[in-house]
């Protein structure tokens, strides 16, 4: 490489193209690749010889005129142009790396952490305001500036694909997710020398529940990133009688938020429940000594500390935000009573009756974790036939022979099941999976009749698909009179099973083709929600 490149020009490397910068060193070329940033400035010994250290010019193709566009595009390219230079050019540097454009009032948590030394905030903004956006720029700015290297977010199973999605599509932020189903494959990709998962990714969404086991939890606070954000924070807060689970996820960010120089963003919707000891809980991850506080007493001094670590807005509140209009859609809920089918009640009656004998058979064999086990799968089992025949296929249709391998249940995770079954209004924990596993820790006390009659169910069950269910008919007859008045209905479903289930029945019945001019339904699947997808006028809610 006898070559000797001034400063400025472009070079290519590596399957990459670079700028070259000053250099104090002859026998070295500084290089800051052309879509990075300063974190990724490297030298290159001019010494060294090989394919790898290849230095040559880099060079453009010049324009093609089948390539030249109309003024829109241009106009494109000089946007995209001066959004670039933001980077450098504005007071904030993220503003050059996103992909969304933030609303004025998703700007203010990113001004309070930015006058924080140590970043300490409880976002508590509402539902739909946009916490997500709110902790990505926090995240992207704290990168950009290199105040921080790596980002962590501890967030609920179900919402890791989002968060991976959000922080990819929006803020240029690769991250891989870390929970019980993606670990086989992550660990594999480990180079031999590296030490542990946790450290080797730059960036990751930890499921909240993975990380706080007891033998897992020393490994990610040894490796925990500079900035970790806790999703859906008020599950972690601490209570006496919130069981195993909530005390270790409240040990787990506690302890992450001990390390007094490490940056802690926590999110929630509903910060406080009512209960003054939770709410104190979550404001002493932020400061100790806001665990102490008299809520109701709060000197002016006390106030003004603690609005300078905590946020929180209705939409209300930005509905009118620095002369700007933030336009919520307009919701509207619906109840519509129906009746079950001759074949419908029949099968509630048989269950019924089945799940209330669970519960009141004497059984001095029983311990107390089997009773307690058995009332949580009597309601599971009530739950998911009420929900939807596919919800009872899905759950009951497990083979109940070979339940002599099945362990003996010795204790009983109550709060692990009521996410099955109870959906409580303080949080948003409730599990949309199938409650398949609160009827097997306790089915081998089942007796044979029991067994039988639940195999009779499931057949009952599928039987009752289509037009017996007067429920879904219902559904299907209230989403046509709602498309035809134009509204966009979403449909809420208590299990995947069961929006599977409506999904399936609304395709089949209101598909159209896309070639015959009139409006394609399109459906999305969320798990609990079916979404309608088009322009919103007025949306209707439906819950299954």
Known sequence: MTTTYTPGSIVACRDRQWVVLPSDIEEIIRLRPLSGNEAEICGIFTDIEGEFNKIDSAQFPLPDWQNIQDHTAGKLLLNAAKLSLRNGANSFRCLGRLSVTPRPYQ???????????TIRLLIADDVGIGKTIEAGLIAREMLDRGEIKRLGVLCPPALCDQWQKELKEKFNIDAVVIRSGTVAKLERNLPSNSSHIFSYYPHIIVSLDYAKSDRRRASFLAHCPDLVIVDEAHTASNRDDRGTTKQQRYQLVQQ????????????????????????????????????????????????????????????????????????????????????????????????YNLARGLIKEENNSLSY???????????????????????????????????????????????????????????????????????????????????????????????????????????????RD???????????????????YVAEALKNKYETKKNNGSTELTMLNFGKRLTFKGIWRKIYNIKL
Not at 107 to 117: D, G, Q
Not at 376 to 404: D, E, F, H, N, Y
Request: hydrophobic letters at 35%.
């Open 107 to 117: 700007i203010v948590p990113l001004l309070m952490a930015l006058r924080l030394e």
């Open 369 to 479: 974790a089997q009773k307690r086990g058995r009332y949580w799968s009597a309601l599971a089992i009530i739950r998911c036939v009420m929900s939807s025949p596919a919800a009872a296929v899905a759950t009951l249709s497990r083979q109940l022979g070979k339940i002599k391998d099945t362990k003996v249940v010795e204790e009983l995770d109550e709060e692990l099941s009521a996410t099955y079954v109870y959906d409580e209004t303080e949080t948003e924990k409730a599990s949309d999976i199938n409650p398949t596993s609160v009827i097997e820790q306790v089915q081998q006390t089942y007796s044979e009749s029991q067994k039988r009659k639940l195999r009779e169910f499931v057949k009952k069950a599928e039987q009752l698909k289509g037009k017996k269910d007067s429920k879904l008919q219902q559904v299907i007859g209230l989403v």
């Open 256 to 351: 992450i938020s001990e390390k007094q120089d490490r940056h802690l963003v926590l999110l929630t919707a509903t910060p406080h429940s009512g209960i003054s000891q939770s709410f104190l809980s979550l404001l002493g991850l932020i400061n100790p000594e806001f665990a102490n506080l008299d809520l109701d007493n709060l000197p002016e001094l006390q106030r003004k500390e603690l609005a300078r670590h905590f946020v929180q807005r209705r939409r209300a509140d930005v509905r009118q935000w620095m002369d700007k209009k933030t336009p919520f859609p307009e919701r509207e809920s619906l109840e519509s009573a129906y009746q079950l089918s001759k074949e419908y009640r029949e099968l509630f009656e048989q269950v």
């Open 482 to 500: 709602l498309r035809e008045q134009g509204y966009q209905p979403i449909i809420w479903c208590r299990y995947i099973a069961t929006a599977n």
